[in-house]
């Protein structure tokens, strides 16, 4: 196979910008290398499920799929290319609201479920058994309860909204606001805003933003 030199010159100022994006610095240097997990809470996720809801400032809640999580963040000065291959696709940020006791059964039926774990930005998320099935209570950062009849603005992907991942379990989907913006590129403008990030920041061991019993799926009383 030999290469064909008309289409290498053609193709050359592309492949020349996308190596110049690959390299283009974020200005945020990370202190320690952010690590992803498709089954439990991580840095990664947090910092991405954060990200998310900087981007859309009137979001209660930011939401992003442990499947979406495709390579960790490095040490050191953060380039556009790590952010890419950390988050490829190219979805769009988008936003629903809900009533809070929609979303604890949204949540009540993901930790039932198998699949890429749900990390979380605005709440932190506490499962029970009640009555054979899982129970979820939701409280701010700052620890007070969300009320049932609380309205809460979320904020994930497109494909996360529109029912990817069996999303919305026993839930209607209620109607979606879905802008022009990539979630890569919202997060990326975030991260250009911030001089550093630290594993810290965004992951507590002693306060998860999640509590759950056991691994999911979460079983009460069954096998």
């Known amino acids: 196979m030999v290469a064909d030199e008309a289409v290498a010159r053609a193709i050359a100022p592309a492949m020349e910008?996308?190596?110049?994006k690959r390299a283009e610095s974020l200005g945020v240097?990370?202190?320690s290398p952010l690590h992803r997990s498709y089954g439990e809470e991580s840095p990664l996720g947090n910092l991405f499920a954060d990200l998310m809801r900087a981007a859309r400032?009137?979001?209660d809640v930011g939401l992003i799929n442990g499947g979406g999580l495709r390579a960790d963040l490095p040490a050191g000065e953060l380039s556009y290319?790590?952010?890419f291959e950390a988050f490829p696709f190219d979805n769009k940020l988008?936003?629903?609201r809900v009533r809070a006791s929609e979303l604890r059964a949204v949540l009540a039926h993901h930790f039932a479920s198998s699949g890429g774990i749900l990390s979380v930005s605005g709440i932190r998320v506490e499962v029970t058994c009640a009555a054979g099935a899982p129970s979820v209570r939701l409280m701010r950062d700052g620890g007070k309860p969300v009320r049932d009849d609380e309205t809460l603005e979320i904020v994930?992907?497109?494909?996360?909204l529109t029912g990817g991942d069996d999303f919305w379990g026993p839930v209607k989907p209620p109607p979606l606001e879905t802008g022009d913006a990539l979630i890569r590129e919202a997060m990326a403008l975030v991260l250009r805003t911030k001089k550093a990030v630290r594993d810290a920041d965004v992951f507590d061991p002693a306060r998860r933003r999640l509590i759950y019993p056991g691994p999911r799926p979460v079983r009460c009383g069954g096998p």
């Open 17 to 20: 910008a996308a190596r110049s």
């Open 29 to 31: 240097h990370l202190e």
């Open 57 to 59: 400032p009137s979001a």
């Open 81 to 83: 290319g790590s952010l």
């Open 94 to 96: 988008t936003a629903a």
């Open 156 to 160: 994930a992907s497109d494909f996360m």
